[in-house]
């Protein structure tokens, strides 16, 4: 592969010394073109809160606390299969100014670049059953609902790892009928 992300991008839990704080999981999945065929080398970028629901970043002015065993960002690429897989935290929800008593449900977001499309792709991944869901203005911006349903992900007891970490599913597809929703350019 021509695209290289190193030995630890893809494991976040793994970038500091220390063991970060939160529920351990584990993300997997395909990337597929518009035929469902998988697609491989696709650079696969994550980011997002830590179990608190914390961005390490200047901009969150959410009182939450940091961890300081997370960063809250990683990278794979996919193999010929179009897989892929994250070990990271659960993130946690986070209040946001957008409207009174306004709440991001948990999510990652995902950015995908590969030779098979042009623009760089931005996607957000959601946890099944999340509270949130009803009262969360960009979740519900996807107006079909069986598309915001693809950007569910789905826990997996057959991934799950005994006494490590939970199994969750997410496959991302291009373009299509089964299309995964993408953001817009701004």
């Known amino acids: 592969s021509e695209l290289v992300s190193g030995p630890l991008d893809s494991?976040?839990?793994?970038?500091?010394?220390?063991?970060?704080?939160?529920?351990?999981?584990?993300?997997?999945?395909?990337?597929?073109?518009?035929?469902?065929?998988?697609?491989?080398?696709?650079l696969v970028e994550v980011?997002?809160?830590?179990?608190?629901?914390?961005?390490?970043?200047?901009?969150?002015?959410?009182?939450?606390?940091?961890?300081?065993?997370?960063?809250?960002?990683?990278?794979?690429?996919?193999?010929?299969?179009?897989?892929?897989?994250?070990?990271?935290?659960?993130?946690?929800?986070?209040?946001?100014g957008n409207h009174y008593n306004a709440w991001r449900p948990a999510h990652i977001h995902f950015s995908l670049l590969g030779r098979a499309f042009t623009q760089r792709l931005v996607t957000q991944m959601y946890f099944?059953?999340?509270?949130?869901?009803?009262?969360?203005?960009i979740f519900n911006s996807v107006r079909d609902e069986q598309a915001r349903e693809r950007m569910v992900s789905r826990f997996s007891i057959h991934g799950t790892v005994p006494n490590w970490a939970a199994a969750y599913?997410?496959?991302?597809?291009?373009?299509?009928?089964?299309?995964?929703?993408?953001?817009?350019?701004?």
């Open 47 to 96: 980011w997002q809160a830590n179990s608190a629901g914390r961005y390490l970043h200047r901009w969150d002015r959410w009182p939450a606390p940091l961890d300081p065993n997370f960063s809250g960002a990683g990278r794979a690429v996919t193999d010929d299969q179009g897989r892929y897989t994250f070990t990271t935290i659960k993130p946690g929800p986070y209040p946001w």
């Open 11 to 42: 494991d976040l839990t793994r970038q500091h010394e220390g063991e970060p704080i939160g529920e351990r999981i584990t993300v997997r999945g395909h990337v597929y073109d518009t035929e469902g065929k998988p697609l491989r080398d696709t």
């Open 128 to 137: 099944p059953g999340d509270p949130f869901f009803p009262y969360d203005p």
């Open 169 to 186: 599913e997410f496959d991302i597809c291009l373009r299509g009928p089964g299309a995964t929703p993408f953001e817009e350019e701004h």
